[in-house]
């Protein structure tokens, strides 16, 4: 099931820095999107979602970027800081739908 | 801030057996999901729970798994039979509403020797 992709599986980023992580789909019903993040030994901790009918959404120093034309989706954390180390998963649901589709995750670590 | 809690942390059980997990939803949340993760691999739904119902349940979630909320604040996955394959970390989630934000616990390691 490669219906969300996470293509990179880890990032190494400056602190301060912007970190940039991608997450594409296939399924196109799918209409609500969101970040997770996970550290270990911990469940995965909402971060920020973002509406089919939008394009932007912004919460603090996390920004999701949805392209639906291009079936992708893009987290940019400004500026990045060293708690920002963690697993961060992608995750999509479809209109009328319950069930959370997750990608592979991504392993961002933010280097002091 | 509120947050689902799970437990325990850790179970392991011999094959065969049955095993009850344990979840605490957040208490104005509406909606119950169970999922799971093998290791080294996806997070994948097993069931969302409504209503005092099962209303969508992936092709995972056969006839050994069954949920049940038997009081105001639990929601439990039951595995009947328990085999080697089950072993994986099962986590729960509650949401207010469909299609809002799922809010997960920190999830029971399970175990099958």
């Known amino acids: 099931d490669q219906q969300v992709k996470q293509n990179s599986p880890s990032l190494s980023v400056q602190e301060g820095r912007i970190s940039i992580l991608n997450c594409d789909y296939t399924?196109?019903?799918?209409?609500?999107f969101l970040w997770y993040k996970k550290y270990p030994a911990e469940g995965p901790t909402f971060l920020i979602s973002i509406s089919s009918i939008k394009d932007k959404n912004e919460d603090g120093r996390f920004t999701v970027f949805l392209n639906k034309s291009a079936k992708h989706l893009s987290l940019h954390i400004v500026p990045s800081q060293p708690g920002d180390s963690a697993v961060y998963f992608c995750?999509?649901?479809?209109?009328?739908?319950?069930?959370?589709?997750f990608g592979t995750g991504t392993r961002l670590t933010i280097i002091p | 801030e509120p947050e689902v809690t799970q437990t325990p942390s850790h179970q392991v059980t011999q094959m065969g057996q049955e095993v009850i997990l344990r979840c605490v939803p957040i208490?104005?949340?509406?909606?119950f999901y169970w999922y799971r993760q093998i290791l080294g691999q996806k997070v994948e739904f097993l069931v969302s729970f409504y209503n005092n119902e099962i209303s969508e349940k992936s092709e995972i979630f056969d006839d050994q798994f069954s949920v049940e909320r038997p009081d105001g604040s639990n929601f439990t996955l039951k595995i009947r039979s328990t085999k080697l394959e089950d072993s994986a970390m099962y986590f729960c989630a509650s949401s207010e509403w469909r299609n809002q934000p799922q809010h997960f616990g920190d999830g029971t390691r399970l175990s099958i020797l």
């Open positions: 208490s104005n949340h509406l909606y």
């Open positions: 995750a999509a649901l479809g209109f009328g739908n319950e069930k959370l589709t």
């Open positions: 399924n196109s019903m799918f209409d609500y």
